[in-house]
Nanobody, 123 residues
């Protein structure tokens, strides 16, 4: 069964750093875009960063210059390096990926989510 498994969350002090990892298991054909979202209490889920299949990167304005997304295609893994963390970065962070399957000459893309990993920034 296809699944995304995240790790790396935890409690960190302000201006500290964390690295989140997300690995996709049971890949049928390939992976297109990989993303990190976050959701804080009583707030909507927001896109933090994404890396497209061709390597194009996008970031939310709130994390530009502090967070870096990277992917290791050989390991089917996406990372989120978070530096200069602020209390407002506290949230449940979710990995999301477009996983590809193929039937005959047709390629299908299916959206998958990880279970989430908690990041808490507090002194």
């Amino acid at each position: 069964q296809v699944r995304l498994v995240e790790s790396g969350g935890g409690l960190v002090q302000p201006v500290g750093s964390l690295r989140l990892s997300c690995t996709a298991f049971v890949i049928i054909f390939g992976i297109n875009t990989m993303r990190w979202y976050r959701q804080a209490p009583v707030k909507e889920r927001e896109l933090v960063a994404r890396v497209m299949g061709g390597g194009i990167l996008n970031y939310a304005d709130s994390v530009k210059g502090r967070f870096t997304i990277a992917r290791d295609n050989a390991e089917n893994t996406v990372y989120l390096h978070m530096n200069s963390l602020k209390p407002e970065d506290t949230a449940l962070y979710y990995c999301n990926a477009d996983l590809l399957s193929r039937v005959g000459d047709t390629t299908y893309s299916t959206d998958y989510w990880g279970q989430g990993t908690q990041v808490t920034v507090s002194s």
